[in-house]
Structures are given as C-alpha cells and as structure tokens.
C-alpha cells in the first residue's frame, strides 16, 4: 500500500467536484410516513434499495445512525415520528453482500462501546465489504442513554473529546497493529482515565488500510477533534456563505493539527426538493412540509419546550399564552430545552410568531424543517447552484436525508446527477474499489507509539 | 431401513471461510446448496477471523433458506448491543437468525475491555443474565406496536412499547448492572430468536431460557450416550445438537492421509461417506441435528453434498429444507407473543 504519497498542502485547493452520500434516516421527523407511497423503515427490501439506487447514482457513501434509547415526549416513548432503526453495523454488513462500489458508515458512540471490541467490529466490516468502511464517530454523555448499557451514565460533558479522542487513538493503533498485511501483529496497550485496553488485533488491513473516519459535532471542541483525527466533517453549515466560511475555518485548525489544508473534507446533511420546474418543485415543498410536519407535531414540538400537554390548543392558532414548567425534568424535553430559560424562550418564540403573523403549525415548520439546509428547484437550477459549491470548494459532498423511504433517491439519481455530470463536477464512475479511493483521501500515515501517548486520558 | 419418526436438521460450522466477502459468500452458498438448515459462524478469537455477527449478517440477503446462527459472547459484550445485533441479524436474514450464547472465560478476552476476569460458575450467570436481557428487549415492542395511523399522527402505539427494566438478580457474581430499554429496533420477524448454548453453560443458564443445547463427547461411540443424557436433563422442549467434527475420504486421498487436525474436544468422525451417512442416521434418531465441523470447508463440503446429504435425505432422516421458512419453523418452534402483550391479545406464558 502506498504511504503519504502527496505533498502535504499548506494552501486549499478545491477538488471542483461535488459527492453525495445518503442518510438513511432512523429516529427523526423528517421522514415522511403519512404518503401512500411510503414503505417500512425497518425492512431490509428499504435499506436495499436506497443503497442500490444510491450506488446506481454513484454515491460515494451510506450512512447510518446509531440508536442508544428510544426518544421520549412527556415521559413516554414518541409516537409521532418515525421510530425504530436495525443496527448499524449489522446491516451495513448485509448491504455489503448486495452492493459492489458504495462506501457503509455506520454511526458508533464512543461513551457507550469498548475500544477493542469497536474497532474489531469496525475492521470486521472493513474486511468484508473489500474497505468500504466508515466509523462516524459520535459522543454522548447523559444518565438517560446509559440506562441501557452497563457503564451507565460515568461521562462527564466536558470529558467527552477527551475520552473520544483516546479511544480513537487506541482505535487506530489497533488497526496498524499489522506489521505487514499478513501480520503479524503488535499488542496494544491503553491505559486511560476510563479505559484499560490490553489487545492483540485479529484482523489484517483492509484494501483501504483502515476505516475511513468521519466527525459529526460543530462546538470548537467537535472541529478540532475533527481537525485532529478525521478524515471528513459533517458539517452543520450546507448554506453556501456559511459553508465557505466554516471551510475556512476548518483548513485553519487543520493546519494548526499539523495536517495538509485538504486534509479533511466537508459533507454537510442536506435535503433535496426537487421537479422539472423552479413552480413545482415549490409546490412539491409545501407538501413535503405538510407531511413532516402534521398538526400534532407540531403541537408535540411545543410540548417539549413546555414541559406540559399543549393538546388544547389549536395548531392552527397562535402560540400558547401558558408558560413552560421551567424546571429541566429530564433529557426528554428535547436538545434545545434549558430549563432557566424556558419562559425568556416561550416568551421570544410568541413574540416572533406574533411579528411574522404564523400559526403554531407554520412556527414549528419554520423552527424545525431543515431551511438552511434544503436545496429546492429544478434539476437544472439546483445543478447550477452546486456547480458553483464545486467552483469553489465550499464543501466537498452532501450528505442528502431523504424524506421518503424507498424511493426518496430515484429524482436526484435519474434527475440531478446527470446535470451534474454534465457540468463536470460529479464522478461519472467509482474512482476506485475502496470509500477512500472514492473519496480520493490520502492513505493515512501510520499512527506512532510516541504520538499516542499524548492523547492519552 | 430404519424409519424416523422426527427427521432431523444438520447444520455446518463455516469457520474454514476467510474474511473476505467473496469467500464468505462461496462458503454460505455452498452450504445452502448443499442442502444445509444451518449455517454457524464460531467468534473464538483466531487471527484472521472478522467478527461472527457481522459474517452472518453478510450471509443474509445472498440466501434464502439456511438459517445463520453466530456465536456472541455475553460477558465482556453490552447486552443492549447484543439484543439490537441479533435483532437486526433476524430483520436482514427475513427470519432466519439465531444466537449461539458464548461466555469468554479468558483472561485475554477480559483484558481486552480492561475488566476482570470472569470464570467458573459466573459465565453461566453472565449469559443467563444476558439472554434475559435480549428476551425481554426483543419483546419490548409487541408485534403490532407500528401503528401508521394518518388519522391521529401516531407512528406507533406507545401503549405497546415496553420498558425492559432488567436488573441482574440478588448473588450476581460480576458488577450488577441494569437495561431500561425498550429496544430501539421493533420486535424482530421470529419475536424471539432461537438461543442455542453449549451443554457446558447448563445450570448456569435455566433451561427454559433455551431453545437448543449444543452437546459435545469425547469420541463418536460417546456422542448418542451424551445425547440422550442431555436429552434427559432439558426435556423435550429443548433441542438437542450433536458436535461432530468430520474429515472424509475425498479427492483420490483417505481421511486418514488428510491430516487433519482437530482440537475442539469433540467427537471427531474420519471415514468415507456412507460410512458418515450410517453414522449420522443413526445418531438422528437421537439428536434433533448435528452440527459438522469440516476439516477442511470446501473439501469436505463438496464430498456432504454430493454423497451425504442426499443419502439422508433419501433415507428421511433430514426434514426439509423450506425457501423463506424462519429458524423457528425449522425448530419446530411458534412464534410466540411478546411477553407484555396484554392477556386479551395473548395467551399466558408466552417467554421464549
């Protein structure tokens, strides 16, 4: 396997292409169930056939999350999106038997997995798939999701980077633990603040050398980390200002980590609403936005920031002139919900809705439908607009949730990749075998003893 | 000729298959084709040996009637993960997983996770308390908890949603621990998963936490006695699985001259096919299935579908092998309600 062969960069040069990958959403309100022509979210046949229609696209990768614990509203299980989701890794591992060239990224906490026995799996499944593989990783650090795992709530927030960044490390090692791709191979060793892990690897290296890693989390502590150790950021930032601005800031601490200006790339979540014409496809819009958000979702989404049932009101109406509960009752209330603020929030949210004229249901489609990161129109016009992202390296793909589940690709494969194809700035075949390849990411430089032990936590 | 009143199944140990998926696939296709009802994918650390679950998983959307039952190990393993994995092995397979229970009592595999070692009696504990959580995480979501209902907005029925609640019992050896749930995956197709163990772990593990006992003896001439030893200490709800290692007679050179060697511990069967097959019928009559473990995969696999199989099957020793029909059916198993169905939905009793 070649090592490092490109120079490192200390300037940022776009690529002038544009790469998807799809998310196959799981928990989330985004997904449409309501339409007719809605299937499960839960059988293979769906998985299958987002995977192949997106490899059919040339997708450079598929994307899963991870479920810890079911969502809950007012202290009960949420009934109203879409729930329920196979694990990751397991069914990556099926869609690896099925698809050929598409990369698998399997989202996995680093609070709630051991070490050794993630970054076997991971490699498992790095090996199968012939080094398509993909570790999105992701932290968490509540009580309320250790309830299902034996080590129960142990992580501090301001632990979490700290902790995920030396079971990276001990990730990484295990899988250069491999002298030569035939082994054999070096036993590592971890001793940390939350984890003793003494191992000697089982599996050689992958086609690609190890799995590919990605970064979701936008904090300053969530870039570096990505600037440290991964090879592609999702970012929150898909809007195209906003975009040339984070890419910006992500080469600085890229080259502040040592690493090339090129070194990590940018893949922000994205939606597409998509027609033949600029008219239809915002008619398009409005229904999808209809469906995602129902009458009692919208009530529901206030719920959480009140702490109370809202089920009197009229989602047609204007906003609650009730209060919250302002005590924080449990992680249930939702990620945006603090508790001193509450009322200073509810009291804003009124003010807003009043000022704009919006009912409760267009406040909360406005709140929650994903604006700043849909791209709606023709095929044409949305080709061109992403022509221009392309021109100027403001991201290097999207990573599109489609809002319809099993045929939520098949407009932007039949439609939009061939204009984007024609405009030179989307693959026309796989570059390679490997997701790196794909994604055209250097070999990775073999991780050295003496590095590690800095990170250590 | 002998006639058998229960035919039984046979399954194949796929171990002798590398990492690379090519190879796994051959290897899965080859034992479908054979006319295999099961196919097992051992997890014992080996250089090389990409992870059982995963492997298994892999199998599924190539195959359509072979059931695919990977060891997963319960002691150093989050049962949630454990519960959701297999879960979703059944969801991939349409039906057709299982579990095969293993608890690592090595000091290597402890190290690993960087928690103390577990040995002795408190494997058996550790996996029992293990499937319990599975059992009751599979059944969290009662089967029609996915309701769709344009009308009201519910995706589900939050009313057929369950809290696990696992808590390991009072004497626990290890670090008590707890699972909340409910699952994040609904019910899997089969509702419960056929759970498989070694004899070994029976004591620590209730019986009627299993749904197949894997039995191994020291010699071929051991293995019926221990059968039906075993057989009298779970009863007959549970199913008996013979271990048989197997090196054959094959391509112009004898068993013996093969080399082949075996260091499971188990029976070890060398010989010529219908030597194999007499062998087999016979001990059919006693257990459920067998499980073969090939000296070599490819070699010996060739030799049971061309000559073996066959002849059981002529001999209506094996049942037959059903396209799409689950792992429970092969068993001879309902699919049984989910545990917090309420009693008007389910009769009583409905655990495993």
Do not use: C
């Amino acid at each position: 396997m070649k090592q490092h062969t490109r120079a490192k960069s200390e300037v940022f040069v776009p690529s002038g292409q544009i790469q998807f990958g799809v998310f196959f959403q799981g928990v989330n309100s985004g997904t449409i169930w309501k339409a007719p022509e809605s299937g499960s979210q839960t059988d293979f046949e769906s998985f299958r056939r987002i995977a192949q229609t997106a490899e059919r696209g040339l997708f450079a990768a598929f994307f899963l999350g991870e479920g810890l614990r079911l969502r809950e509203h007012l202290g009960r299980p949420h009934a109203l999106d879409v729930v329920g989701r196979p694990d990751a890794q397991t069914m990556l591992a099926a869609l690896a038997s099925v698809t050929k060239n598409i990369g698998l990224v399997a989202t996995q906490n680093t609070t709630y997995n051991d070490p050794a026995d993630l970054a076997h799996r991971l490699a498992s499944l790095d090996l199968v798939s012939g080094g398509r593989a993909a570790w999105n990783i992701v932290t968490t650090d509540n009580a309320w999701t250790g309830a299902n795992f034996r080590r129960g709530g142990y992580l501090d927030h301001a632990d979490r980077y700290k902790h995920a960044e030396a079971f990276v490390e001990t990730a990484k090692r295990i899988w250069d633990s491999w002298e030569t791709p035939d082994g054999p191979a070096r036993r590592v060793l971890h001793e940390g603040r939350r984890y003793t892990v003494d191992v000697t690897p089982r599996l050689p290296r992958s086609a690609q050398y190890r799995p590919v890693l990605f970064q979701a989390g936008d904090s300053p502590e969530g870039r570096n980390f990505a600037a440290r150790q991964a090879d592609v950021i999702f970012s929150a930032h898909p809007k195209f200002e906003d975009a040339v601005a984070f890419r910006k800031d992500l080469v600085e601490r890229s080259l502040a980590a040592g690493r090339g200006a090129n070194a990590v790339q940018i893949m922000p979540a994205s939606e597409f609403i998509l027609a033949p014409t600029a008219a239809e496809a915002a008619e398009k819009k409005e229904w999808v936005r209809s469906l995602q958000i129902g009458p009692q979702q919208a009530i529901a989404y206030l719920e959480q920031f009140w702490g109370r049932e809202l089920s009197a009101y009229d989602p047609d109406g204007p906003l609650p002139e009730i209060d919250p509960v302002v005590e924080e009752t449990s992680e249930t209330r939702g990620s945006g919900f603090h508790g001193a603020k509450a009322r200073q929030l509810a009291d804003q949210w009124r003010a807003e809705a009043k000022d704009k004229g919006l009912s409760i249901r267009q406040f909360v489609t406005s709140k929650t439908a994903r604006i700043d990161s849909t791209f709606t129109g023709s095929y044409t016009a949305v080709a061109d607009q992403l022509a221009e992202y392309a021109r100027v390296g403001a991201v290097d793909g999207l990573n599109i949730s489609p809002w319809l589940v099993p045929s939520g690709l098949d407009d932007i494969v039949n439609h939009l990749v061939p204009e984007l194809q024609e405009r030179g700035v989307y693959p026309t075949e796989y570059r390679g075998a490997t997701l790196r390849e794909h994604l055209g990411l250097e070999t990775p430089v073999r991780s050295a003893d003496e590095a590690v032990a800095a990170v250590r936590a | 000729m002998s006639t058998f009143e229960n035919p039984g199944f046979l399954a194949i140990e796929l171990d002798g298959a590398g990492w690379d998926g090519a190879d796994l696939t051959r290897a899965v296709l080859a034992a479908e084709s054979a006319g295999f009802h099961a196919a097992t994918f051992t997890d014992a650390p080996a250089p090389g040996r990409a992870n059982a679950l995963q492997r298994a998983a892999f199998a599924g959307p190539v195959t359509r009637s072979i059931a695919l039952v990977p060891e997963v190990d319960t002691v150093y393993t989050e049962p949630f993960h454990i519960s959701t994995q297999l879960a979703s092995l059944d969801y991939v397979s349409g039906g057709r997983a299982g579990w095969i229970v293993t608890a690592a009592g090595s000091p290597e595999a402890a190290a690993a996770v960087g928690r103390s070692s577990v040995t002795g009696a408190a494997l058996g504990q550790e996996a029992a308390a293990s499937i319990e959580v599975s059992r009751r995480l599979w059944d969290s979501w009662e089967d029609d908890a996915v309701i769709r209902d344009v009308a009201t907005g519910r995706y589900i029925d939050v009313d057929k949603l369950h809290y696990a609640d696992f808590q390991t019992p009072a004497g626990f050896p290890g670090a008590g621990y707890s699972v909340k749930g409910p699952s994040i995956i609904p019910r899997p197709l089969q509702g419960q998963l056929p759970v498989l163990a070694p004899a070994s772990l029976i004591g620590g593990i209730p019986v009627d936490a299993l749904d197949a006992v894997l039995v191994s003896a020291p010699t071929p001439e051991l293995l019926a006695a221990e059968v039906r030893d075993v057989r009298a200490r779970v009863g007959a709800g549970v199913a008996v699985v013979a271990e048989l290692d197997v090196v054959l007679d094959a391509r112009g050179q004898a068993a013996a001259a093969r080399g082949a060697s075996f260091d499971g511990g188990r029976a070890a069967f060398a010989g010529s096919a219908p030597g194999l097959t007499d062998f087999l019928a016979d001990l059919l009559k006693e257990a459920d299935g067998v499980r073969l473990h090939p000296a070599s995969l490819f070699v010996d696999l060739e030799e049971l579908g061309r000559w073996v199989l066959p002849e059981l099957r002529r001999r209506g020793a094996l049942r037959p092998v059903v396209q799409d029909g689950t792992f429970r059916d092969l068993l001879g198993l309902d699919r049984p309600a989910s545990r917090y169905a309420t009693a008007a939905a389910a009769p009583a009793g409905a655990g495993k």
